[in-house]
């Protein structure tokens, strides 16, 4: 098995740009969830999906966040435009249903820079 | 009321102590408490958990305490070694809710050799 699968690993962008990282969660796992982690806040969810719905977008800071799902294999969370405060590593975690639904297998993560 | 409050937010321990991390939530309705150990560079990966069944989860060298009463839980980490460094965090969350996890903020721990 090959794990949540993320990318790109590193981005360095300017303010302004459109950013997208990708990730392709564990197969046959049916939610997936995205969370920036820096020092200050330390792990914050973003937003999660089950069997490809968004459940819970709470976690997005504003509305230059978008994440979506269009399958159960791909998921994409993109900030347009990108802030320097935006700087972080994103992590998309999977996991699987039935009685250990709660285990959830993180990516490696995608370290953003925003200059 | 959603909120899982850890400290210490750092530890630094010798090589052979014991490790203690330590959290605290309100929402009683949680029912499931993992912790989840994170190295430099990586993602976090799931270490141990308990369910509030239990008063006490052994793995190895490592261990939870809970208190339900008290709504508080602790990971031990005996004979903690170097290889143990690393940021850990607690989490909770509710069964059948999705497998949404509440993180606390992350304690880091250096054990000196």
């Known amino acids: 098995d090959a794990g949540v699968i993320q990318s790109p690993r590193h981005e360095v962008t300017e303010m302004g740009q459109e950013v997208t990282l990708r990730c392709k969660p564990i197969?046959?796992?049916?939610?997936l969830f995205w969370y920036r982690q820096t020092m200050m806040r330390g792990l914050e969810l973003l937003i999660y999906?089950?069997?490809?719905?968004?459940?819970?977008d709470s976690g997005m800071p504003e509305d230059r966040f978008s994440a979506k799902m269009p399958n159960a294999s791909f998921s994409t969370l993109k900030i347009q435009p990108s802030e320097p405060r935006d700087s972080a590593v994103y992590f998309c975690?999977?996991?699987?249903?039935?009685?250990?639904?709660?285990?959830?297998?993180f990516g490696p993560g995608t370290r953003l820079l925003v200059l | 009321q959603q909120q899982v409050k850890q400290s210490p937010q750092s530890l630094i321990v010798q090589k052979g102590g014991i490790s203690i991390i330590n959290c605290a939530y309100e929402?009683?309705?949680?029912?499931?408490f993992p912790w989840y150990q994170q190295f430099p560079g990586k993602g976090p990966a799931l270490l141990i958990a308990?369910?509030?069944?239990?008063s006490e989860k052994k793995e190895g060298r490592f261990t939870i305490s809970f208190n339900k009463s008290a709504k508080q839980f602790s990971l031990h980490i005996m004979d903690s070694q170097p290889g143990d460094s690393a940021t850990y965090f607690c989490?909770?969350?509710?069964?059948?809710?999705?497998?949404?996890?509440?993180f606390g903020q992350g304690t880091t721990l250096q054990v000196k050799p």
């Open positions: 975690a999977s996991s699987p249903g039935g009685a250990r639904q709660e285990t959830q297998y």
């Open positions: 197969s046959g796992h049916n939610s």
């Open positions: 999906f089950n069997n490809n719905v968004p459940i819970d």
């Open positions: 929402n009683t309705a949680f029912d499931y």
């Open positions: 308990i369910r509030p069944d239990v």
């Open positions: 989490a909770a969350s509710i069964a059948g809710n999705t497998g949404k996890l509440i």
